[in-house]
């Protein structure tokens, strides 16, 4: 019997903080988790899935008009970032809830506001001013039994960038979404003549228009002014024309 | 809210099986998902998910990526 199968013979009820720590350094250690440790982990994420269902009813009590969305990380997801030097016990999204509107600015900040107000204590982490590797949004996290779910709030437009990162990461590996390249960066995209490296480049310059335009829209309302208007205008176009670049890259391909 | 577990190929860019569950069932749509994992361990590029959602509209429009290309994601809204 291996230390992961003693734990989880011994520990049907809640795990504790230094059993988590404890497998947390066990996966760090490993190439491959051992059937115990596995079922620590599952055991670990029913433990958060429980918690996610009381954070949806709060916020669906004090809220129903909001679409909310929730999932709980996967098996890989969680090694991968215990690997990267994530604290097991820290991890603040294992599980999470996403809400997307579209919105501007202001009203994102109401609904964080109201969501906050739904679920009680709360950290609020604004991904917007300071975002990570192009990805901004507005994160929530709640606390509760010594376990944490993450509430992401995005308007349309952040989620629509942070969809195109997460499905090229997919293909190009997940590490785009941590500032490094593409694997095979030089690799061209089979429907065009740009390579994976270029298309990142103008998948991140996506990210820098969107912020722009929101700020914008933002001002605009609060200090109406036609110059102002016109900018918004020409970064909306911008923003297009980037956007249609790289969905004709993207056209036709099965395979990226 | 209702439970949709997805079997997703990374390298493909789609969900190969989408399965339902209904309200309440969050137990057995968990159940079920482990057994996934476990039945998929041996092929990295399978992502099991377990989403939870009022609708399958809502579930496409916050994780668009199961269920879109990368080509659909990026036309402008």
């Not at chain 1, 599980?95 to 506001?113: C, E, K, S």
């Amino acid at each position: 019997m291996t230390i992961g199968d003693d734990e989880f013979a011994m520990r049907r009820e809640r795990l504790t903080v230094s059993a988590i720590n404890r497998l947390g350094t066990r996966i760090r250690m490993s190439d491959v988790l051992s059937p115990g440790d596995l079922n620590l982990l599952q055991r670990l994420r029913e433990e958060h899935f429980d918690l996610l269902d009381s954070v949806q009813a709060d916020i669906q009590s004090r809220l129903p008009a909001v679409d909310q969305t929730s999932r709980l990380k996967t098996v890989q997801t969680i090694v991968d970032k215990v690997r990267r030097g994530t604290s097991l016990s820290r991890m603040q999204d294992i599980a999470g809830v996403r809400i997307v509107q579209q919105m501007n600015r202001v009203q994102q900040d109401n609904l964080v506001a109201q969501v906050a107000e739904a679920v009680g204590e709360c950290k609020i982490v604004d991904r917007r001013t300071r975002p990570q590797f192009g990805y901004r949004a507005v994160h929530l996290l709640v606390r509760r039994d010594e376990r944490w779910v993450e509430i992401q709030v995005r308007t349309q437009m952040q989620d629509q960038w942070a969809q195109i990162t997460e499905s090229l990461g997919d293909a190009w590996g997940r590490q785009i979404r941590y500032g490094q390249l593409p694997l095979e960066p030089d690799r061209r995209v089979l429907a065009s003549d740009i390579s994976r490296r270029d298309l990142w480049a103008m998948v991140q310059t996506v990210a820098d228009s969107i912020e722009a335009l929101e700020l914008s829209i933002v001002r605009m309302q609060s200090e109406p002014d036609d110059e102002l208007g016109q900018d918004i205008v020409e970064l909306r176009e911008q923003l297009s024309r980037i956007l249609e670049g790289i969905a004709k890259a993207l056209e036709d391909t099965d395979r990226l | 809210m209702k439970y949709f577990l997805l079997v997703y190929d990374q390298q493909v860019g789609r969900a190969e099986s989408v399965e339902e569950f209904p309200t309440l069932s969050g137990p057995a749509a968990l159940a079920r998902r482990f057994e996934l994992e476990v039945e998929y361990r041996a092929r990295p590029s399978i992502e099991v998910v377990l989403l939870g959602a009022a609708s399958r509209d809502a579930l496409v429009r916050t994780h668009g990526r199961y269920f879109k290309t990368a080509h659909e994601l990026a036309l402008p809204a």
